[in-house]
């Protein structure tokens, strides 16, 4: 009787590779799936190792450019964020992932899928709800789910005991078994010793980003150019000469490179995952951190009041908490998508920013389209065609309701 087939996704550390051999002891056939969404990762070297424990086959897809340009673009046209701090660079890099593992899935007729997110975490429902949209007939193994598993490794030093039982080479040790996740957009870190929320992260443990305290001592200047919301031109210098990128993935990459060597990006929080725990977690966001705020910026140059604070008050945050979430793959994602795309018709422009010691900050902004804003008319030196002498009109019929709610509190004795 023939194996059944289950495709793992595979990211060569330590978690995946123990659950590979685990799999393969529990007599599963297993496809590796690796997602390339930009992570600094040897995927020839991970391959090699995840076929030397024992897969059948193992299949590398570049995601690259479809993070970039269908998800992380969407995210800074609606300045996507959970609350208030939470770039969402690991939910980001989900449905992408989710997607091309159903694929290599269905290529290799695979009866199964398995990944390797913690029980406690919010992976698990990102991935699991995206392969049961995807492909309603999918069975899952979620080995952190197993009883069978996860009393046998109660935590990452058994796993370490483990893979050092079946010759698995890893990179996490005991002395440092913080987790990592890393894509285009950034890395988080949890668990270990960031598990208490007083401990300060090591200096060493960040990955991406230069310390802002040894950050060059020279400021860097740059500008990015938007289209209907969406970053299109990045222009910088570079060993003094003047450079453009237009390309997505390329205009992403420097942004990221520019962000990173001036420590820009970093936040340390306590957030609430979807399951009802609550989670440290640090993250380096980097290109992504001043594409959003040089977009936000650009929106108040060019977007109507009332059309922005009813994307802020609806999409921005629905958009943002479906992407948390995991229902990418919904009825009410394509829904708030479509309403991204009617809010940013005339966001276009450019801004000028610069980036030193940690931030970035914008210099300025211009549209030649977009005439919302009109500095003969906003200026304290000049009457042009707004008299204000309507004002009092304006304040008057905005005082009435407050003038009877001051009133009533006077006559019961309450102080305003």
């Known amino acids: 009787m023939a194996k059944e087939k289950v495709c793992l996704a595979y990211s ?21 799936f690796m997602a390339d969404v930009g992570q600094e990762e040897d995927f020839e070297a991970a391959k090699q190792k995840a076929l030397k424990i024992g897969a059948k086959e193992v299949y590398v ?21 959970y609350e208030n701090i939470y770039l ?18 269905q290529k290799t007729k695979c009866t199964l899928v398995s990944h390797g997110c913690t029980g406690k975490g919010n992976d698990q429902v990102r991935f699991e709800l995206a392969f049961y949209a995807l492909q309603p007939s999918i069975k899952v193994i979620a080995p952190w789910r197993i009883p069978e598993f996860y009393n046998r490794f109660a935590g990452r030093n058994d796993l370490l005991d483990y893979a050092a039982q079946q010759s698995i ?20 870190y949890e668990a270990g010793i960031l598990e208490d929320p007083d401990t300060t992260p090591p200096t060493d443990m ?19 150019v938007f289209e209907k919301g969406i970053p299109v031109k990045l222009s910088y210098k570079e060993a003094g000469k003047n450079k453009t990128v237009t390309d997505p993935l390329d205009l992403f990459l420097t942004a990221n490179t520019i962000a990173r060597r001036h420590g820009v990006g970093r936040v340390d929080i306590v957030e609430n995952r979807f399951i009802g725990l609550k989670s440290r977690g640090c993250y380096e966001t980097p290109g992504l951190t001043m594409l959003r705020s040089a977009h936000l910026d650009l929106e108040g140059l060019v ?42 018709k005339n966001v ?54 407050l003038k009877k709610y001051g009133a009533m509190k006077g006559e019961k004795g309450e102080r305003l």
């Open 303 to 344: 977007l109507d009041r009332e059309v922005r604070a009813l994307r802020d008050q609806f999409v921005t945050f629905n958009y943002s908490k479906i992407l948390y979430n995991g229902l990418y793959f919904s009825p009410e994602r394509e829904f708030l998508e479509e309403s991204i795309k009617a809010s940013q």
């Open 206 to 224: 960040w990955k991406l980003t230069q310390d802002p305290e040894s950050a060059p001592n020279t400021p860097e200047d740059f500008t990015f």
């Open 12 to 32: 060569g550390g330590l978690d995946t590779s123990c659950i590979l051999a685990w799999l393969i002891e529990k007599g599963y056939d297993v496809v590796c």
């Open 88 to 105: 969402l660079g690991t939910s980001l890099a989900r449905p992408v992932i989710a997607r091309a593992q159903i694929s290599v899935a």
């Open 61 to 81: 897809e570049d995601l690259r450019r479809e993070f970039v340009e269908e998800l992380c673009f969407p995210a800074i046209q609606c300045n996507a964020v």
């Open 169 to 188: 080479p890893v990179t996490s040790t005991k002395s440092k078994p913080w987790s990592m996740d890393e894509n285009l957009a950034h890395c988080s």
């Open 348 to 401: 276009n422009g450019q801004v000028r920013c610069r980036a030193y010691k940690g931030q970035m900050m914008v210099l300025g902004r211009s549209s030649e389209t977009e005439k919302l804003y009109d500095a003969t008319e906003s200026s304290m030196d000049e009457i042009t065609g707004f008299e204000p002498s309507e004002t009092s009109g304006f304040i008057g019929v905005q005082a009435i309701r």
